[in-house]
Nanobody
Framework: QVRFVESGGDLVQPGGSLRLSCTAS????????MAWYRRPPGKQRELVAT???????KYPSAVKGRFTISRDDAENTMYLQMNDLRPEDTALYFC?????????WGQGTQVTVSS
């Protein structure tokens, strides 16, 4: 059974940093194009960062230059380094594959940016 486990979320002040982790099981991780998503309060889920198996990385303009996605295929783990956090980054963060997410989604990890 596929399982995604996200961790690393916390309450941080604006300008702070966090590193999120995502561990996957039940899939051949190294063969998957992966993404971080987030769901801000009262809003739809949105893409935060994507990383293909060949290392192609993309970010939306809202996080470009502040967030960095990486992966360790040997550990079936993906990371999201988030710097210069802003209140608008407050959301529940998830990992999954790109384009055709796999069910079930993980529980996510909560990031709250507030002073």
């Amino acid at each position: 059974q596929v399982r995604f486990v996200e961790s690393g979320g916390d309450l941080v002040q604006p300008g702070g940093s966090l590193r999120l982790s995502c561990t996957a099981s039940g899939i051949i991780f190294r063969e998957k194009n992966m993404a971080w998503y987030r769901r801000p309060p009262g809003k739809q889920r949105e893409l935060v960062a994507t990383m293909t198996t060949t290392g192609n990385i993309k970010y939306p303009s809202a996080v470009k230059g502040r967030f960095t996605i990486s992966r360790d295929d040997a550990e079936n783990t993906m990371y999201l380094q988030m710097n210069d956090l802003r209140p608008e980054d407050t959301a529940l963060y998830f990992c999954n594959t790109i384009w055709t997410p796999i069910e079930p989604w993980g529980q996510g990890t909560q990031v709250t940016v507030s002073s």
